[in-house]
């Protein structure tokens, strides 16, 4: 079936880069997605990518998509405090058009 | 461009009381809309998703519903509470893309 998963946690100091990992198993997703939550408030898009590319890069963000392994990463460069969320990764599968798989969030706690 | 609105924003009822969450978007028409809940520390859970008025589908049983009398207006509801259902609500909408645009949320405590 189809399922995200993420790693629950993840603490950095201020300034220095967080790397967010996630693993899908659709292998037909056609698009994926990061998405930050900050607390109380909904989700925001961040980034996404096309499954027939590698990488993007968007300021800070970096996103890598390694295809053949399933794996997508976000890589937050000169990470600061205002950082600190919930940083979800998700996938639109081509089987299931009107959905979107979530995981279960990846909290980053950014250190002063 | 595309907003999700969302009222209340947060709400404590008691055990067996009915509930009405009501979500409106802005954008272009015929958006699909997504209602999801997050427990506390946990993912999004998939509640109700509708691609037009009146078309509703559930993903897992409870004891919740979801109606669309418009195209802008997604709505949650229950007869009654029960304590499980505690939780954080998300409206979301997909309009022409591919990406999801989600409300503020409503934050719910049943005691």
């Known amino acids: 079936g189809e399922d995200v998963e993420q790693s629950l946690f993840l603490s950095v100091r201020e300034g220095d880069s967080s790397v967010i990992n996630c693993t899908y198993t659709d292998s037909s997703s056609t698009y994926l997605y990061w998405y930050k939550q900050e607390p109380g408030a909904g989700l925001q898009l961040l980034t996404y990518?096309?499954?027939?590319?590698d990488m993007k890069q968007d300021q800070r963000l970096t996103v890598l998509l390694n295809k053949k392994d399933k794996h997508l990463s976000l890589r937050i460069a000169d990470t600061q405090t205002g950082d600190s969320a919930i940083y979800f990764c998700a996938e639109s599968p081509n089987t299931g058009g009107f959905k979107t798989i979530f995981g279960a969030g990846t909290r980053l706690f950014v250190k002063a | 461009s595309q907003t999700i609105h969302q009222w209340p924003a947060t709400l404590v009822q008691p055990v067996g009381s009915p509930l009405s969450l009501e979500c409106t978007v802005e954008g272009t028409s015929n958006p699909n809309l997504y209602w999801y809940r997050q427990a506390a520390g946990r993912g999004l859970q998939l509640l109700f998703y509708s691609v037009g008025i009146g078309q509703i589908s559930s993903e897992v049983p409870q004891n919740l519903s979801a109606s669309r009398p418009q195209d802008r207006q997604f709505i949650l509801s229950s007869k009654k509470l029960l304590l499980s259902d505690s939780g954080f609500y998300l409206c979301?909408?997909?309009?022409?893309?591919?990406?999801?645009?989600f409300g503020p949320g409503t934050r719910l405590t049943v005691l």
């Open positions: 979301a909408g997909k309009f022409e893309g591919t990406e999801q645009f």
């Open positions: 990518i096309f499954s027939n590319m």
